[in-house]
C-alpha cells in the first residue's frame, strides 16, 4: 500500500474497494491465505479510505495491516513481487514464499511502475501466465489490466485446483475478450506441470517417454 502519492483519490478509493473484495473473496475461500497490507500508514489516505469503503475494516479476519514496508515483515529471499512487467511466468504458488500485489490503481497505466520498485529492491519477480495459457479473440480490443482483487481471486482459484486454466477465467472472463488457447498449443513442460498428458505416455516417465 505504497503507491499513495501516485494515485488520485479517485483512484484510492477504488483501491480501497478492491481491498475489500479481496477480503471477502478469501473469507468465502475454503483455503484462504494470510493476508499483509504493509505500508499501511495510520489515517493516511488509503488508510481513511479503507475506512470509509469498507464496514469493519479495522476487525477484517484473516488481515493484518502494518505501516512497515514488506521487506521490514519478511525476507527479502522468500518474496516474489507480482508484476505484469517482469520476465517470468509464475507457474507455481509455494507455501513458503510471500506473493506481493502492489497496490496500485492507475486510470492512466503507468507502466513498469511495480517493476521498478522490485528491481530497486533486486526482488524476485514474476507475473500471472496470461500470455501462455490465453489468447485474445479474434477482431477484440481487450486488454489485460487486472484489479487487485482480480489478482488476487485467480491466485486463490490456482491455490484451490493447481490449475491456471481454471483459475485465469476468474479474472480474464469472455467478457473481457480473452480465451483459453487450445492444450495442443502450450509447451509440453507445462502440459506436465498442469497434469496434462496426452494418450500414450506415463505419468510418471520422463516426459516424451513412450509405454507400451
Known amino acids: 500500500m505504497s503507491f499513495g502519492e501516485k494515485m488520485t483519490q479517485k483512484e484510492a478509493s477504488r483501491l480501497a474497494g478492491q481491498v475489500g473484495r479481496v477480503h471477502g473473496a478469501n473469507k468465502l475461500s475454503a483455503c484462504p491465505f494470510h493476508v499483509y497490507l504493509t505500508s499501511l500508514v495510520q489515517d493516511g489516505t488509503l488508510h481513511r479510505e479503507c475506512v470509509r469503503r469498507n464496514d469493519g475494516f479495522q476487525n477484517f479476519i484473516g488481515v493484518e495491516r502494518t505501516s512497515k514496508h514488506f521487506l521490514e515483515v ?78 488476487f481471486e485467480i491466485l486463490l482459484k490456482f491455490y484451490m485446483t493447481r490449475d491456471w486454466r481454471a483459475a485465469l477465467p476468474v479474472g480474464l472472463p469472455e467478457r473481457k475478450s480473452f480465451i483459453l488457447k487450445p492444450d495442443n498449443t502450450l509447451p509440453p513442460d507445462v502440459l506436465k506441470q498442469q497434469g496434462v498428458f496426452p494418450p500414450g505416455f506415463d505419468r510418471d516417465s520422463d516426459w516424451g517417454e513412450e509405454t507400451s
Open 74 to 151: 519478511f525476507e527479502k529471499e522468500d518474496v516474489v513481487y507480482l508484476s505484469p512487467d517482469s520476465p517470468n511466468d509464475l507457474l507455481q504458488l509455494h507455501d513458503k514464499k510471500v506473493y506481493v500485489i502492489g497496490g496500485l490503481v492507475d486510470e492512466t497505466v503507468q507502466k513498469n511502475v511495480t517493476i521498478t520498485q522490485a528491481k530497486e529492491k533486486s526482488l524476485h519477480t514474476a507475473k500471472l501466465p496470461i500470455d501462455l495459457f490465453m489468447q485474445r479473440q479474434p477482431g477484440s480490443k481487450g486488454n489485460k489490466i487486472l484489479t487487485v482483487n482480480q489478482v
